[in-house]
């Protein structure tokens, strides 16, 4: 793979324009040029509407971000400076954005105390308790039957809101920016316990309401204190008053209607003396306290090297028996025969089918009482609840699903193998297996290892059928947070997802964990792997 | 040639990176594809309600008519997939709905993560619901939702095989037994349990048996500080429960794919299931009827009560039509009421409206009654780390653990996930 990459930087260098005059190039036609500004064209204005909403939402970073990348795409295709990053951009573009983000994202996160409970800033959350939280309603206060409307003749688009309201008594009542007065018109139409019009006021529609959403919301009617008269919807209000006030001088949340006071404390509210915090804390930065708690936690502790152990045996045997009998079938395919097309295109079925549905209908068919695999073979074998047993249902699953794709990619690799080499060893005599043992195994691993290694660091994180399948489990009796078939990813998901809600922050952390595992294993692989490609050159 | 490794390495690295940022979705390696999982982001529209795929089709009516009365646009979006998880981060990066359609156990992660404003409904209104759905609707004596529909499981029996209602647990399980020795039937019980359990079906066994999860205070709450798992109370039910195990009448094997069928195809003459196996057992055409599950002895099974409601988002972009729809269009009303949890297949919350259920859907009457004795899901966060360690201690001791022992540990772990989480 490696040559094949390097063998085309070197034709591209050696095509340089520099050292040769220019030639004519594609795409210089009238056509290749509008199109080309078209697209340019198409790009500015989808980067122009995307930094209109970022200024909007103020977003300075994602405004630079979005400039930077756009004037690069520019700068690249409206000039001929940049040849051979015409070829590239798309690529670390997307590379920037899907890999390189993320990952930048996860070490942030590894940083910061990110769960459940801790995911707005310390002003959400203080807008969230306060203004926003609850309003403790006056006892045996009336409610209104309200009508919102403006005065008469005003715009209705910009003009103040007045409350139009009918109290329990009948009685009609003004509320405005001033406060509550008794509605004080000529001729007011009360229908159905609402006022429907009154003299020197219009009624406002749901559209007209609608239309100025945002300002309704925060419309209300000041009574004394810090009461007021609050809508509910479009038709009813109530007088009320917030039960929790901040002192910003103190940095205090105080219930006004017990008089506890909230401290800051840890990222959240905790009241004076001790007791349940107030609901939302906020999100700040930690240091190493997630990287501590990983390695602190006894049920890390306990389980980690198992758990490790298995996951490595489930990936590389994954690889190893799907290898085996994708290239097995790749060879047995590989000579003419009558059915070759059909029977490959048959054994390409488990790939083409999605994973998760198979995976669904494997675990019904383990089932040890109602299973097919049971019933059929007359076993009476517990394959998902027995330690063993389970993984051995995994790996026979996970060959399943792997297998078509290497007898995908043996087929290819066997196809473009140069018959000429076997011929002459079959000449000298060597037997079927000393030709597969020295001269096709060999060039296959050539181009096949670096796919074998791909495919272990895609099952050494092979979420999606654990979960599918056995959800980790058997799981032991006095441990429910380490079942037998658990991938460190799948283990990991559990504590940081399973119970206590999502704690981001403590994820990541162990994400950087298994990054570590996993890239240490992939990089030795990977060493091998080219080793075995030099030998072959 | 030498600095091969080097960029082999560096690929590698960037490989591996991407495969844990990414979820560990990859493209070109043999195992299942992953499913797209592009966020959803906030239909166009001045009102936008987010719901589950099976509740979507039943609200739409509802919010058309109300778009239609208000001269606004109204559009009821079904989130696939994890919708509580989904409507908390959209809202919090202000891409969410204005309101927001599931089941009461959400509550105090939704409030956790202030993604739900508090209601405040009028006395009348509330003295309109159920008590057990307004208990479900209130987190830190705060009202959160307005309660439309009432779900828990209650006791399916085949008719034909059992006529009369089981009083106790034990006549269900020595008429099922017969049914089972004379070859009529192949098992006494369908209750889903599964390899890693489920708790929610097996708690009116649990409380059938005298077990009990979180103790309540006086007013009847719950007290999240009072953990039952280890009282002796819980390990003798669980222990009960075990003995169902040893007898065949519960199993690892029946689990929530195919509990349902079973009772439909006729193999078992008894069911713990919900509303939502009802439209199955209609099209399997078996005669059945609903009644509470029966306690031990003479102890009352107690099923979790859910109430499906309504809530309002915090970063609603239209908090006063949200309000509008929710409290005073859905409401309390009867008809409304009716209309609404007759589409959904339901109890109503609305006590009036379920009444007048009963008098015409046995279905329903029996899910409510069986509701009645239940109490509701706990709503406070805590709960979310009981789920898990709980179904699979139950499953081990279904399986043949040593019930004190598992249920220890099962308690261990939840306290030290309860303690992580602060």
């Known amino acids: 793979m490696m040559t094949i990459i390097e063998e085309r930087a070197e034709s591209v260098d050696t095509a340089r324009p520099a050292s040769r005059p220019p030639r004519p190039r594609?795409?210089?036609?009238?056509?290749?040029?509008?199109?080309?500004?078209?697209?340019?064209?198409?790009?500015?204005?989808?980067?122009?509407?995307?930094?209109?909403?970022?200024?909007?939402?103020?977003?300075?970073?994602?405004?630079?971000?979005?400039?930077?990348?756009?004037?690069?795409?520019?700068?690249?295709?409206?000039?001929?400076?940049?040849?051979?990053?015409?070829?590239?951009?798309?690529?670390?573009?997307?590379?920037?954005?899907?890999?390189?983000?993320?990952?930048?994202?996860?070490?942030y996160t590894a940083f910061t105390n990110a769960s459940d409970g801790h995911t707005i800033s310390k002003e959400e959350s203080i807008e969230a308790i306060t203004v926003n939280g609850p309003i403790v309603e006056e006892p045996d206060a009336d409610r209104y039957a309200l009508t919102v409307a403006v005065a008469d003749g005003a715009d209705p688009a910009v003009a103040p809101f007045v409350y139009l309201m009918v109290g329990a008594d009948g009685a009609a009542l003004l509320g405005d920016e001033e406060g509550v007065s008794p509605l004080d018109a000529p001729d007011v139409t009360v229908e159905g316990g609402k006022v429907t019009?009154?003299?020197?006021?219009?009624?406002?529609?749901?559209?007209?309401?609608?239309?100025?959403?945002?300002?309704?919301?925060?419309?209300?009617?000041?009574?004394?204190?810090?009461?007021?008269?609050?809508?509910?919807?479009?038709?009813?209000?109530?007088?009320?008053?917030?039960?929790?006030?901040?002192?910003?001088?103190?940095?205090?949340?105080?219930?006004?209607?017990?008089?506890?006071?909230?401290?800051?404390?840890?990222?959240?509210?905790?009241?004076?003396?001790?007791?349940?915090?107030?609901?939302?804390?906020?999100?700040?930065?930690?240091?190493?306290?997630?990287?501590?708690?990983?390695?602190?936690?006894?049920?890390?502790?306990?389980?980690?090297?198992?758990?490790?152990?298995?996951n490595i045996a489930f990936a590389g045997l994954s690889v190893l028996t799907t290898f085996a009998l994708g290239l097995l079938l790749a060879l047995v395919l590989n000579r003419k025969m009558i059915g070759q097309r059909a029977t490959r295109s048959l054994l390409l079925l488990p790939y083409a089918l999605p994973g998760f549905i198979t995976a669904l209908v494997w675990a019904s068919m383990y089932n040890k009482d109602f299973g097919l695999i049971n019933n059929l073979t007359g076993?009476?074998?517990?394959?998902?609840?027995?330690?063993?047993?389970?993984?051995?249902?995994?790996?026979v699953t996970n060959l399943w699903l792997g297998f078509p794709y290497m007898f995908l990619i043996c087929t290819g690799a066997l196809q473009s193998m140069p018959a000429n080499l076997t011929e002459a060893a079959i000449v000298?005599?060597?037997?079927?297996?000393?030709?597969?043992?020295?001269?096709?195994?060999?060039?296959?691993?050539?181009?096949?290892?670096?796919?074998?290694?791909?495919?272990?660091?895609?099952?050494?994180?092979?979420?999606?059928?654990?979960?599918?399948?056995?959800?980790?489990?058997?799981?032991?009796?006095?441990?429910?947070?380490?079942?037998?078939?658990?991938?460190?990813i799948s283990y990991t998901y559990r504590l940081a997802f399973g119970g206590a809600g999502s704690q981001f922050g403590f994820a990541a952390a162990i994400s950087i964990f298994i990054f570590i595992i996993v890239a240490i294993l992939s990089i030795s692989s990977f060493r091998r792997a080219i080793a075995l490609e030099e030998v072959n050159s | 040639m030498r600095h091969r490794p080097h960029l082999?390495?560096?690929?590698?690295?960037?490989?591996?990176?991407?495969?844990?940022?990414?979820?560990?979705?990859?493209?070109?390696?043999?195992?299942?594809?992953?499913?797209?999982?592009?966020?959803?982001?906030?239909?166009?529209?001045?009102?936008?309600?987010?719901?589950?795929?099976?509740?979507?089709?039943?609200?739409?009516?509802f919010a058309a008519s109300f778009g239609e009365e208000n001269g606004i646009s109204v559009e009821v979006q079904p989130i696939s997939g994890e919708l509580r998880a989904t409507y908390v981060t959209a809202t919090n990066s202000g891409k969410g709905p204005d309101i927001l359609m599931t089941a009461s156990d959400a509550i105090g992660n939704l409030v956790q993560n202030d993604a739900i404003d508090p209601l405040n409904l009028s006395a009348d209104q509330l003295a309109a619901y159920q008590g057990v759905a307004v208990n479900a609707m209130t987190y830190n004596e705060q009202v959160y939702g307005v309660p439309y529909a009432i779900d828990n499981v209650a006791l399916f029996r085949n008719t034909d095989f059992v006529p009369a209602v089981p009083a106790t647990m034990e006549e269900l399980v020595t008429t099922g037994q017969q049914l089972v020795d004379a070859g009529s039937v192949e098992n006494v019980l369908s209750l889903p349990v599964g390899q890693n359990g489920d708790s929610y079906h097996l708690q009116p066994l649990f409380t059938g048996a005298g077990g009990y999860l979180f103790g309540t205070n006086a007013d009847g709450?719950?007290?999240?500080?009072?953990?039952?798992?280890?009282?002796?109370?819980?390990?003798?039910?669980?222990?009960?429960?075990?003995?169902?195990?040893?007898?065949?009448?519960?199993?690892?094997?029946?689990?929530?794919?195919?509990?349902?069928?079973?009772?439909?195809?006729?193999?078992?003459?008894?069911?713990?299931?919900?509303?939502?196996?009802?439209?199955?057992?209609?099209?399997?055409?078996?005669?059945?009827?609903?009644?509470?599950?029966?306690?031990?002895?003479g102890g009352t099974a107690k099923p979790f009560v859910g109430v499906q409601g309504l809530y309002i988002s915090s970063k609603a972009t239209n908090k006063s039509f949200a309000q509008e729809f929710v409290t005073n269009f859905i409401g309390s009303d009867v008809d409304t009421s009716l209309a609404f949890s007759a589409a959904s297949g339901r109890p109503s919350a609305v006590t009036e409206a379920f009444v007048q259920q009963s008098a015409t859907d046995a279905d329903i009457k029996g899910l409510g009654d069986a509701g009645v004795l239940g109490q509701p899901s706990p709503t406070f966060p805590a709960m979310a780390v009981v789920w898990d360690p709980l179904s699979k201690a139950e499953a081990a001791i279904i399986g043949g653990a040593d019930p004190a022992s598992t249920l220890a540990a099962a308690a261990a772990t939840i306290r030290q996930q309860i303690a992580d989480a602060n």
């Open chain 2, 221 to 297: 709450t719950y007290n999240p500080d009072d953990l039952g798992l280890e009282s002796p109370e819980s390990i003798a039910a669980m222990t009960t429960i075990q003995g169902l195990a040893n007898q065949g009448v519960l199993s690892t094997s029946i689990d929530a794919d195919n509990s349902i069928s079973l009772f439909a195809e006729g193999k078992t003459p008894f069911m713990v299931s919900g509303g939502w196996a009802i439209e199955a057992l209609k099209e399997a055409g078996v005669n059945y009827e609903i009644t509470a599950v029966p306690g031990f002895g």
């Open chain 1, 197 to 310: 019009a009154a003299d020197g006021y219009s009624v406002l529609s749901g559209v007209q309401i609608n239309d100025r959403s945002g300002e309704f919301d925060a419309f209300s009617v000041p009574l004394q204190g810090d009461k007021a008269v609050k809508k509910i919807g479009l038709s009813e209000a109530f007088a009320g008053a917030v039960q929790y006030r901040y002192d910003a001088e103190t940095d205090t949340i105080i219930d006004s209607t017990s008089g506890t006071v909230y401290i800051a404390d840890n990222a959240s509210w905790v009241p004076e003396g001790g007791g349940a915090t107030l609901a939302p804390g906020w999100k700040q930065f930690v240091g190493f306290d997630n990287f501590t708690k990983v390695l602190t936690n006894d049920t890390v502790r306990n389980s980690f090297v198992g758990i490790l152990l298995w």
């Open chain 1, 379 to 395: 076993l009476d074998v517990n394959w998902l609840g027995d330690v063993w047993w389970a993984k051995v249902a995994l790996l």
């Open chain 1, 428 to 488: 000298d005599g060597a037997s079927p297996w000393r030709v597969f043992r020295s001269i096709t195994l060999p060039l296959l691993m050539t181009s096949i290892a670096p796919m074998l290694v791909a495919s272990f660091a895609f099952n050494f994180n092979n979420f999606t059928l654990i979960f599918l399948l056995t959800e980790g489990g058997p799981f032991p009796a006095d441990n429910p947070s380490a079942g037998a078939t658990d991938l460190l």
């Open chain 1, 26 to 107: 594609t795409g210089n036609g009238g056509l290749g040029v509008l199109v080309r500004y078209l697209m340019l064209a198409v790009i500015l204005a989808v980067a122009i509407q995307a930094v209109s909403v970022t200024v909007a939402n103020e977003q300075w970073w994602a405004t630079a971000i979005v400039v930077a990348a756009t004037l690069a795409v520019v700068a690249t295709y409206a000039t001929r400076k940049f040849v051979p990053l015409k070829y590239l951009i798309p690529g670390i573009l997307l590379m920037l954005m899907f890999q390189i983000y993320p990952v930048f994202y996860t070490f």
């Open chain 2, 8 to 61: 082999a390495s560096g690929l590698a690295v960037f490989a591996v990176v991407g495969l844990l940022a990414t979820g560990c979705s990859s493209s070109g390696t043999p195992a299942p594809k992953a499913e797209s999982t592009e966020a959803p982001v906030r239909a166009d529209a001045d009102l936008v309600i987010w719901t589950s795929q099976e509740h979507a089709a039943m609200l739409k009516p």
